[in-house]
């Protein structure tokens, strides 16, 4: 398993080492290439980062929103100083008048 990581680390290193032995026509070519690669798939590209934005933007106000929501239907607080106030109206509980 090491061998083969060594033999892909080496054939990696190879691609870089034979990228730089081009010459100047060849990596122009290289970057013509690159360059109609993008401009060929640029509206796919583009369409796909709008779904990918619209996505993460209605995720977050998503959850924004149930945030906002959850935050106020949450009376647990109220609930707890209601039963406080009755049961400190109401008294202690002892043995005589429970």
Do not use: C, H
């Amino acid at each position: 398993m090491i061998q083969e990581m060594a033999e892909k680390g080496a054939e990696g290193v190879r691609e870089v080492a034979s990228i730089d032995k081009l010459s100047a026509a060849q990596k122009q070519l290289r970057k013509r290439q690159d360059l109609d690669y993008w401009k060929n798939n640029m509206q796919k590209i583009r369409s796909r980062n709008r779904i990918t934005g619209l996505l993460i933007g209605a995720f977050v106000i998503g959850m924004f929103s149930y945030t906002i929501l959850s935050v106020k239907q949450e009376r647990v607080m109220e609930d707890i100083d209601n039963e406080a106030r009755i049961t400190y109206i109401k008294g202690p509980r002892t043995g005589t008048n429970s």
